[in-house]
């Protein structure tokens, strides 16, 4: 059944996007059973269930963590994440900068907008991004590289909320993609998940975030 849905969903995304299996509180033998279907990317909400995950599985698949991010729990992620999607402070990026100096890394970050009319999730707003994006600070942070946006639309039946919430942040990440920094280097546009990647990918999504799709609701 996972391989089917992986399949289905591929040839849904036709390579306009990247797939990132969105594993949380699947057992590993599941993640294995998407490995083995192809999937190499596997994105994790909590700490804990990525840094418990990751020695159990191949060394090959790149980890995300997409989830709301504290800073006293980079270290334990630093070794090994490909790509943090959730940053939302300036205090974030800078210890993850200091862990991954620690393990001789750079890692890649995604500021996380906050585009939806909820009050639950977490994010930037528009000006702070491109405030963060603007601060000299930025210029002390080696081990860190931003590679662009995330963002969760609404929970909502109404596609034309969320297709205007996706072209908002396409628009934002245009825009802000034209800010020259050493450590800012726009190519990943993370939106879309079960109920609305197919929307993401049509309003210029890189990267689609597929849970309840592949491995079935929790």
Known sequence: MIADNIQRIKARINDRAKLIAV???KPVSLLQEAYDAGCRRFG????????E???????????????HLQTNKVKYIA??????????????????????????RVIDCLLQIHIAQEETKF????????HLLNDAQ?????????????????????????????????????RLGAIRRPNVVFRELSMGMSGDYAIAIEEGSTMVRVGSAIFGAR
């Open 138 to 174: 930025l210029d002390e942070l080696a081990n860190v590289r931003i590679v662009g946006l995330m963002g969760l639309a609404t929970n909502t039946d109404d596609d034309g909320q969320v297709r205007r919430e996706f072209r908002e942040l396409k628009t934002l990440y245009d």
């Open 23 to 25: 594993t949380k509180t």
């Open 79 to 104: 070794p090994f994440v490909a790509l943090i999607q959730s940053v939302d402070s300036l205090k974030l990026l800078q210890e993850i900068n200091k862990q991954a100096l620690k393990n001789q």
């Open 53 to 67: 995950k990751q020695p159990l599985l191949p060394a090959d698949i790149e980890w995300h963590l997409i989830g």
């Open 123 to 130: 994010g930037l707003l528009a000006d702070e991004a491109e």
């Open 44 to 51: 994790e909400n909590k700490v804990q269930e990525m840094v």
